[in-house]
């Protein structure tokens, strides 16, 4: 049987940290395994809401690439692509308008969410909310459905865009005949990783994040001042490590030592700065083989620039497949000669 599809995206808008790798991207690493993979350095969604910073995007287009293949996203088994070098989309996307309604659009959660966040951010009353910023599902349709993705490997705030992808592909086949895949979404296993701060979420903005490319004094840093159960207050006092960050990355490591960890905590054996240090050891044993992949590609540049060529070409004669049918089933195939 043929393998089916799997296509997600990523904006290139920051090096990836372990919320990514533990929320995401470890999920996609097996999946290569099953499906035919696409991973799309989503750089035109990046730009939606980045359109006055080029330069961030263009830089983290390559620092995404490179944390992606340093976390075993295999070149040779899935494609990694840049989404501003296939046009395919960008056409999808102007057809697809016609099938969503500015109310529907506006009515989408995640959206919804990000334009109350920017409401926040600049104190203003969303006027400054544009066009493509608004329509960014409609072009994250486009993404999924040019690759013919049949599973989409999202977390749960992407779920209302798949859902919107399903609506338009419905309605695409109902006026012009069966034509696009309706996707579905798959779900990791590991949702939120929390923040050393213990805040629920680990995120760039949030200031809390671990990344892959983090030397060891930052690591050290960033795990000396994370939260421990606040009722511990003296070295040898007994504590519950269910309430405890330090804890919690223990286990999310995968410390072969964790029940020791555990029973010393509780009984008060433990004191909070060695079981730091501890962590310090296990973090950076966990991160070494990325971090030396991370640094083969960074003194191999072109090999990087290779990957991403050689996997664009191969997307975009997948679209340019996509295309001819949308065109053909849209009744605008006029010509048989390429223009
Ligand atoms: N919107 C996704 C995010 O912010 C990124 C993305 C772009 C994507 N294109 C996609 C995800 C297509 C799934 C499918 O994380």
Redesign the pocket.
Known sequence: MEKKNI?????PTGKLHLGHYFGAVCNWVKLQEEYHSFF?I?DV?ALTDNFNNPEKVRTNVREVTIDLLSLGIDPLKSTIFV?STIPEIAELTVYYSNLVTMARLYRNPTVKTEIKQKKALFGDTGESVTYGFVG?PV??AA??TAFE?AC????E??LP??EQTREIVHKFNSIYGETLILPEPVLSENKRIKGLDGNEKMGKSLGNAIYLADSKEEIEKKIMGAVTDTKKIRKDDPANPEVCMVYYYHKLIGNSNLETVCKECKNGSRGCVACKKELVEVMMNFLKPISEKRHYYEEHPEIVDKILIEGSKYAREKAKTTMKKVRKNMRIDYFDEEI
């Open positions: 296509l997600t995206g990523i904006r799309e989503a969604q989404q960014y072009s994250q993404d999924i993705g989409v490997p999202v977390g705030d992407q865009l798949i």
